[in-house]
Each structure stands twice: as structure tokens, then as C-alpha cells.
């Protein structure tokens, strides 16, 4: 089981894009041309489809991450026939993913007690 919070799906893209302001190079301590077996092994998308079940929590309006990265995933493991869940919130910062405060987080328990609430 794995639950995903905002993540950066694609870290080829990702470092393309800069986000999160050069996080992912400082991240993996090079770039994907340097080091692309780096870059493979820790991209969600490069291990499509996924080997068990995953739930993919992710604020519309992510400034650092954006959207687009949880859903080129979730297509690219849906289209290999792996049901992934998405639970997108309409006002969440990124680091508001990680808050086990927040409303979201009723649902991601739900889906983690075998509720699949989302």
C-alpha cells in the first residue's frame, strides 16, 4: 500500500520544469543527464504499473508541484490496467498534503482502514 502526498511523479520533468526550485537536483545530488539511473529508480512513473495498491493525494492548486504530475501518473497506471486513487483537494498547499490535521486526511485514513473513501 502506498499513499503519495503531492508528489513529483516524473523527475525528468520535474528538473526540466525547476520545480520546487531546484529541490529535485539537490534532492538526488546531480542531474537526470549525469545520472539517469538516479533519476529512473526514484521516478513513479518509470516503475508503471505500480505493485500494489496507491492512493495519490494532491491540492489543485499546488504551487510547488503542480497537478499535472499526479495526474500523467495516475493515466499512465490506469492505462496499464492498475487502479490508482486519486484524491484531489480543491484549496491545498503543497506542504498542507503532509498536515495529519487537515480535512483530507479523514479520507486518506478511510482509504487506509480498507474504506477506499476517496
Known amino acids: ?4 502526498l503531492a508528489p513529483v511523479s516524473d523527475l525528468v520533468s520535474g528538473y526540466d520544469e ?3 526550485d531546484g529541490a ?6 546531480d542531474s537526470p543527464t549525469s ?15 505500480p505493485l500494489s495498491e496507491v492512493v495519490v493525494v494532491h491540492g ?7 497537478i499535472a504530475q499526479t495526474r500523467t501518473y495516475v493515466a499512465a497506471s490506469r492505462a496499464t490496467g492498475q487502479d490508482v486513487t486519486v484524491l484531489e483537494v480543491p ?7 503532509i498536515d495529519p490535521r487537515a480535512p483530507h486526511w479523514r479520507d486518506v ?3 487506509i482502514d480498507g474504506r477506499r473513501a476517496p
Do not use: C, K, T
Open 1 to 4: 500500500m502506498v499513499v503519495a
Open 109 to 111: 485514513s478511510a482509504w
Open 91 to 97: 484549496s491545498l498547499s503543497h506542504l498542507d498534503a
Open 18 to 20: 525547476g520545480i520546487g
Open 35 to 49: 545520472r539517469p539511473d538516479v533519476y529512473f529508480e526514484a521516478s513513479l512513473l518509470a516503475h508503471v504499473p
Open 60 to 66: 489543485r492548486d499546488d504551487a510547488r508541484v503542480p
Open 24 to 29: 529535485i537536483e539537490e534532492f538526488l545530488h
